[in-house]
């Protein structure tokens, strides 16, 4: 009985290896060569065992462990090689991986899946299989594809069959395939729940789609999941005369109101975009007779329901600010602003880069002078005009305003309050004239300026739980008031902003020969040596963020008032600035 068994054993085996050779014969790949050997000797092994039983073979029960240690070691090798080609990112794997077509293919794999696990239940297996042969029949791209015994779609043969359509037409193709196919599937799936519960599943759905695919699911999710549960809630008549009335090529509405999306993906994704926009602005024009001005406030409703990645992409398409008047226009007033603000910021940064690094390269007061001077009519004029129309619409000068325009606008003005220090602090940056700056000079006690900063930074240190620590003599020095608490404020401010939690900030002021010597110490975590230098550059930043102007600032600041200051730290142990002011007296 052993040896039959052994046969079939070995006869199967044989057939097994016969696969994975033509698999490996077809995509040749390296890591499929290792597995191929693995599997080879699996039907030797049972060959052994037929010989074995008629012939004794001395130590013949080593054989047994080692084939199977030999067959364990060439799929460690091959699992091995498979990892390390997806890994580095010019495996053909890895490629395969990332190309949008398979990416879509796969993703319309888990939309159909998702529904295909929902109707079953429903309507059984049959009628779906009978729904994929009616897809075949009409997109032969889809040819191979079927349902498995666990009741879900394989599109394997999709995977091998597609290198043969050109690559430009693939997704075009898919999309408009699998759309017919996943259209079909909720048709069904509407027959047993209301359709809000299908569009809301779908939503989940889209809501993981990677974001290289997304434009290609965008038109789907506008039409099928913002558009038609709206046509659904339309009585027989209404939805002839929006059948008759809005007709455009390639979105097809039916008797029972679903949208037809398919047809679309014929063309290229702008004249897709182009077709959304009117089909929306001719139907919007009927509801707005059928459902008066409740229209807009559940088509902006659905819109905002959408998930993030695809509401992103119609940021990305332009399509919102063509949308008909009273849908999404507060997402109207964010874009238009934000593309605005875009263009100028990209104008302004590209005139200010210019100006810098012409400053730099030259190291000339001209043209350090030239570069306020954009700075002061570039940024300045546009600034002041926004915030005179941001004072007049918070104050309702311009008409009333609800609850979050009245958010949105203090939001603007709060930011509009940063960019004017910003530009303030952009104007110290240039050394400070000699003669400008004794015009401004007087006598005072350090330790009034260093209480004075204490007292306006101690709230932001006790959010972190940090302690200030003064020593201050009483030093007097001769300077600007305003520029030295400024210089000093910056540097206290980097040493909070840099220290951890419920650390520590130590500043001590004492006698040094003429000079006053100034120390801010904190036990944060340090800088390296090779950024010491760097810091007191402007826009110089770490990996935290910020602007880079602080500490620029207060070097400007201390050498124009004839002082030093410098940083001594060690990555771990905190920092120690170091700054040395003329003092006046004795």
């Known amino acids: 009985m052993i040896v039959p068994l052994s046969f079939l054993n070995f006869i199967l085996s044989m057939l097994i290896l016969i696969v994975a050779f033509k698999i490996y014969d077809t995509y040749r790949r390296d890591y499929m060569f290792w597995f191929l050997v693995g599997i080879l000797l699996i039907p030797l092994i049972f060959l052994y065992s037929i010989i074995e039983y008629g012939i004794e073979i001395p130590k013949g029960e080593l054989f047994y462990p080692i084939a199977v240690i030999a067959i364990e070691i060439m799929l460690i090798i091959g699992e091995k090689r498979l990892l390390s080609s997806i890994k580095a990112e010019e495996g053909e794997e890895y490629k395969i991986l990332l190309r949008e077509d398979m990416m879509l293919l796969k993703t319309f794999e888990r939309i159909s899946n998702y529904l295909i696990a929902r109707i079953s239940p429903l309507i059984g297996i049959k009628n779906i299989e009978d729904s994929v042969e009616e897809c075949i029949e009409k997109y032969p791209i889809l040819a191979g594809m079927y349902i498995t015994p666990d009741e879900r779609i394989s599109t394997y043969a999709i995977e091998k069959n597609i290198e043969r359509i050109e690559e430009e037409e693939r997704i075009k193709k898919l999309s408009e395939a699998f759309s017919f196919f996943i259209e079909r599937l ?52 209404e939805l002839t005369e929006i059948r008759i009335s809005v007709v455009i090529e390639g979105i097809k509405i039916t008797k029972n109101a679903s949208i037809e999306v398919h047809e679309l ?43 993030n990645n695809i509401k992103e992409e119609l940021y990305k398409m332009g399509l919102i600010k063509y949308l008909p008047s009273g849908i999404l226009e507060e997402e109207k007033l964010t874009l238009m602003s934000r ?65 979050m325009q009245k958010e949105k606008i203090r939001s603007i003005a709060k930011n509009i309050k940063k960019l004017e220090e910003l530009i303030n602090d952009m104007l ?79 500043i001590e002021a004492k006698k040094e020969g003429r000079n006053v010597h100034i120390k801010i110490r904190d036990n944060g975590k340090g800088i390296k040596k090779g950024e010491l230098e760097k810091i007191f550059e402007p826009f110089y930043t770490s990996s935290e963020g910020g602007i880079g102007l602080g500490l620029a600032i207060a070097k400007s600041i201390i050498e124009g008032h004839g002082g030093e200051i410098w940083a001594e730290s060690e990555p771990g142990k905190g920092t120690t600035f170091h700054i040395l002011l003329r003092r006046v007296g004795k």
Not at 272 to 301: A, G, N, P, Q
Not at 357 to 380: G, T, V, Y
Not at 396 to 402: D, F, I, S, T, V
Request: proline share 3%.
């Open 428 to 506: 110290h940056i240039p050394s400070i004239q000699q003669q400008e700056l004794e015009l401004r000079k007087e006598n005072f006690y350090i330790k009034d300026v260093i209480r004075n900063i204490v007292d306006e930074l101690k709230e932001i240190a006790k959010e972190k739980k940090q302690r200030i620590l003064v020593d201050v003599d009483d030093s007097m020095v001769n300077g600007d008031t305003n520029l030295i608490e400024k210089a000093l404020k910056n540097v206290v401010s980097n040493s909070i902003k840099y220290t951890q939690e419920k650390g520590k900030i130590e």
């Open 186 to 237: 909720m048709d069904m799936y509407a027959a047993f729940v209301p359709y809000e519960k299908i569009a809301e599943d779908l939503r989940k759905i889209f809501s993981r789609v990677d974001p290289k695919i997304t434009r290609w699911l965008t038109p789907f999710a506008i039409l099928k999941i913002v558009i038609e549960p709206i046509l659904r809630k339309c009585k027989p008549d």
């Open 265 to 307: 993906y014929q063309y290229d994704m702008q004249e897709i975009m182009d077709k959304i926009i009117k089909f929306v602005e001719r139907l919007h024009y009927i509801l707005l007779r059928i459902f008066r001005e409740e229209i807009d406030r559940e088509l902006t409703k659905k819109f905002r329901l959408l998930p």
């Open 339 to 403: 593309e605005k603000l875009i263009e100028e910021l990209a104008e302004r940064k590209r005139k200010l880069e210019e100006a810098y690094k012409r400053l730099a390269e030259a190291k000339l007061d001209r043209m350090k002078a030239n570069f306020i001077n954009i700075i002061a009519h570039e940024l300045r004029t546009p600034l002041t005009v926004i915030k005179t129309y941001t004072d007049l619409l918070l104050h309702e000068k311009m008409g009333k305003l609800n609850k």
